[in-house]
C-alpha cells in the first residue's frame, strides 16, 4: 500500500511533460519509433495512465548527484496477475479498453486506474494525451494519458484476480543504468529486442518498457545505458 505524500518537490519535471503534451497536440509525433507501428484489424480503443509525481514519502536511494531527474519523482505501475490470460505477470501502466459509457480516452484511463489501484482521479491533473500507439499482436490502438499526482491517495491491489501488486517506481532508480537493458523474444525464426527497466523487484519490459524509454529519451532524462544488457524473461 502506498502512503499519501507531501507535495511534489519535482516541478521542473511536470512543467517537461505538461510541455511534451502540448508539443504533441501541436501535432508534433513525439517518438518516430511508435508512429509507424502496425495495428491489427479491426483496432480496439484502448488508454493508459501514465501518471507521474510523488507517490510516498520514500525518495529513490540514489545520490541527488548522480540521478538525472528529481529523487521524490515516481510513476505509477501494476503487476498483472500470473492467471490472467493476456500478459500474466508482466508491469503495466493502469488502463484498459474503452467501455461504452467512457468519454473518451481520459474518462477511460481515470476509470480503469481507479478500478485496479483505487486512486482518488480528483487528485489528478491531466497534462494532456500522447498519439495513440497502435499494438498489432492485440489489435489494439492504445491513447497515453499523461496525468501528475496533484493530491495523492493511497493505492493497492483492488481485485487480485487482475493485479499482483500496485507500485509506485522512482523514476531515478528507472533510469539508472544499473537498471536498464533490453529483453530478447525469439518466436518463429525472428528475434525481437526491447527495452527493459529493473526496479523494486519487477522487470518492466513489452509495451510498458517501450513507452518508458520512448518518454524518457524525449524528456532528455535519459542516462548512457548499455543495451547489450540482456534481461531474462520472467518466467
Same mark, same amino acid.
Given at each position: 500500500?502506498?502512503?499519501?505524500?507531501? =507535495?511534489?518537490?519535482? =516541478?521542473?519535471?511536470?512543467a517537461e511533460l505538461a510541455a511534451l503534451a502540448a508539443a504533441t497536440?501541436?501535432?508534433?509525433?513525439?517518438?518516430?519509433?511508435?508512429?509507424?507501428?502496425?495495428?491489427?484489424? &479491426?483496432?480496439?480503443?484502448?488508454?493508459?495512465?501514465?501518471?507521474?509525481?510523488?507517490?510516498?514519502?520514500? /525518495?529513490?536511494?540514489?545520490?541527488?548527484?548522480?540521478?538525472?531527474?528529481?529523487?521524490?519523482?515516481?510513476?505509477?505501475?501494476?503487476?498483472?496477475?500470473?492467471?490472467?490470460?493476456?500478459? %500474466?505477470?508482466?508491469?503495466?501502466?493502469?488502463?484498459?479498453?474503452?467501455?461504452?459509457?467512457?468519454?473518451? %480516452?481520459?474518462?477511460?484511463?481515470?476509470?480503469?486506474?481507479?478500478?485496479?489501484?483505487?486512486?482518488?482521479?480528483?487528485?489528478?491533473?491531466?497534462?494532456?494525451?500522447?498519439?495513440?500507439? /497502435?499494438?498489432?499482436?492485440?489489435?489494439?490502438?492504445?491513447?497515453?494519458? *499523461?496525468?501528475?499526482?496533484?493530491? &495523492?491517495? %493511497?493505492?493497492?491491489?483492488?481485485?487480485?484476480?487482475?493485479?499482483?501488486?500496485?507500485?509506485?517506481?522512482?523514476?531515478?532508480?528507472?533510469?539508472? /543504468?544499473?537498471?536498464?537493458?533490453?529483453?530478447?523474444?525469439?518466436?518463429?525464426?525472428?528475434?525481437?529486442?526491447?527495452?527493459?527497466?529493473?526496479?523494486?523487484?519487477?522487470?518492466?519490459?513489452?509495451?510498458?518498457?517501450?513507452? *518508458?524509454?520512448?518518454?524518457?529519451?524525449?524528456?532528455?532524462?535519459?542516462?548512457?545505458?548499455?543495451?547489450?544488457?540482456?534481461?531474462?524473461?520472467?518466467?
Amino acid at each position: 500500500m502506498t502512503d499519501p505524500a507531501v =507535495p511534489s518537490t519535482s =516541478p521542473a519535471a511536470r512543467a517537461e511533460l505538461a510541455a511534451l503534451a502540448a508539443a504533441t497536440r501541436r501535432g508534433d509525433h513525439w517518438d518516430a519509433r511508435l508512429r509507424d507501428l502496425p495495428v491489427g484489424s &479491426p483496432a480496439r480503443a484502448a488508454a493508459v495512465l501514465i501518471l507521474f509525481g510523488v507517490l510516498d514519502g520514500r /525518495p529513490s536511494a540514489r545520490a541527488a548527484q548522480d540521478a538525472a531527474v528529481s529523487r521524490d519523482l515516481d510513476v505509477l505501475l501494476l503487476a498483472r496477475a500470473l492467471t490472467l490470460r493476456a500478459h %500474466p505477470g508482466q508491469v503495466a501502466f493502469p488502463g484498459g479498453r474503452l467501455d461504452p459509457g467512457d468519454d473518451g %480516452p481520459v474518462a477511460a484511463a481515470l476509470r480503469e486506474a481507479e478500478e485496479e489501484t483505487g486512486l482518488d482521479p480528483d487528485g489528478v491533473d491531466v497534462l494532456g494525451t500522447l498519439p495513440d500507439v /497502435p499494438l498489432e499482436f492485440s489489435g489494439h490502438l492504445v491513447t497515453p494519458v *499523461l496525468g501528475w499526482w496533484r493530491q &495523492p491517495s %493511497p493505492v493497492r491491489v483492488v481485485d487480485v484476480a487482475e493485479s499482483a501488486d500496485v507500485f509506485r517506481a522512482p523514476v531515478a532508480d528507472l533510469l539508472a /543504468p544499473e537498471n536498464r537493458g533490453v529483453t530478447l523474444v525469439r518466436r518463429d525464426g525472428q528475434e525481437w529486442r526491447g527495452p527493459a527497466f529493473q526496479v523494486r523487484g519487477h522487470l518492466v519490459w513489452g509495451f510498458t518498457g517501450i513507452l *518508458l524509454d520512448a518518454l524518457f529519451d524525449r524528456l532528455g532524462w535519459t542516462e548512457p545505458w548499455d543495451d547489450g544488457v540482456v534481461f531474462p524473461l520472467p518466467g
